[in-house]
């Protein structure tokens, strides 16, 4: 069994070699054939700061991060054993607790707070894609959870609680459906991404796809196309009510079915932001960043990561089993006084080769 002083030395921010005269990320991103103009202001900030929770027999992904009132940085994220592969977030993922005294740790697993219920529960085999919020003098920690070890039963939750280390309330029903058959959102809720909004209302936004779309997609490794809604309430519990405008985000017209998931929103000089995995908007190593002014109406997004060789990061050759090494996807934000200050991404690969957090310093 590993011993504690192994674990936390595992938990360690991995150092990163920067090549000689490595270019920084703005320039690099030429090399990826990227448009003239495509790369955001945000993506200029990005100064790379290493791994984190690497866990020698889990994956760790959807890194959420929060700054608690004793100072310490506390993330929520989800892990699943390394046996079960990249593939076991679908049906065997919890999420856990850990804290540090900074962004860039080292960080120390905690507890697991929600884990898969069994049998009768519609959050029954899996937990995922946490996302931690500070809302009306609560702590909230929205996640996916599904009922069969599919797709087709992922919905969004909302477990709250009084502290950073609960105990969470955990709900006995979901906290968003999915449309009726036919419609563009008809086959599941995920990725939860939440804001108060300065009207008092609750926002939240989801992703989803059409499921006759998903079982006919020409792809099988990209089946549906994915977008995103939004649901508004004036309670935090609920009921959440979805937006006669819906998707807000949506490219399936661009073609080659184009599309997005992942998303963080946030608020920021009176405009809504967001980052978000690309889904072949520009490239499926990047990421996207998009503003808005009222929340519902997304101007076009230009890049706001880039894959972490770009950023001089240098690791070992690529494992067959991770067909996404290299690239950093589920990005959240840690915020200090409504401001973005680290970003916390989920990345293929560290010590152990299955998956762990990578942080970014925004300068």
């Known amino acids: 069994m590993t011993s504690r002083r192994e674990f936390l030395a595992g938990l360690m921010l991995a150092p990163f070699a920067r090549a000689a005269g490595a270019m920084s ?8 054939d990227l448009p003239k103009g495509s790369l955001s202001k945000f993506s200029r900030h990005l100064k790379p700061v290493g791994r984190a929770l690497e866990l020698p ?9 929060i700054y608690g009132p004793d ?3 506390h993330v929520f994220f989800s892990r699943w054993p390394k046996a079960k592969g990249m593939g076991g977030w679908i049906n065997s993922s919890e999420i856990a607790h850990a804290v540090a005294d900074s962004p860039t740790g080292p960080f120390e697993y905690l507890e697991t707070v929600l884990a898969p219920r069994g049998p009768g529960f519609w959050d029954a085999t899996t937990c995922h894609n946490p996302s931690i919020q500070f809302v009306d003098g609560k702590y909230c920690l929205f996640f996916m ?8 039963t992922k919905r ?6 009084d502290s950073l280390n609960g105990p969470w309330q955990r709900p006995d029903q979901p906290l968003l459906q999915p449309g009726d058959t036919g419609a563009w959102d008809d086959h ?15 926002w939240l936004y989801y992703k989803s796809w059409n499921t006759q779309d998903y079982l006919t997609a020409p792809d099988p490794t990209i089946r549906g196309n994915r977008k995103y809604g939004l649901a508004v309430a004036d309670k935090l519990e609920g009921p959440y009510v979805k937006y006669a405008g819906n998707p807000v985000i949506d490219f399936s017209r661009q073609g080659n079915n184009k599309q997005f998931e992942d998303a963080f929103v946030w608020r920021e000089n009176n405009r809504f932001k967001m980052l978000a995995r690309d889904m072949g908007v520009y490239n499926h190593e990047v990421g996207l ?23 001089g990061v240098q690791e070992p050759p690529a494992p067959q089993n991770l067909k996404r090494y290299g690239r950093l996807e589920r990005p959240q934000l840690l915020m200090r006084n409504g401001k973005p200050e680290y970003l916390f991404g989920a990345s293929q690969g560290g010590q152990a080769m299955t998956a762990s957090a990578f942080v970014f310093r925004i300068t």
């Open 25 to 32: 990320g703005y320039q690099a991103g030429r090399l990826l």
């Open 57 to 65: 027999d889990w994956y760790v992904w959807c890194n959420s991060p």
């Open 71 to 73: 100072g310490k940085v």
């Open 145 to 152: 959870g599904n009922s069969n070890g599919k797709t087709d």
């Open 156 to 161: 969004i939750g909302l477990a709250i609680a």
């Open 188 to 202: 599941c809720t995920t990725n939860p991404a939440f804001i108060k909004h300065p009207n008092g209302q609750y």
């Open 289 to 311: 960043y998009l503003e808005s002014r009222d929340g519902k109406e997304w101007a076009f997004p230009k890049v706001a990561y880039l894959p972490l060789r770009e950023y």
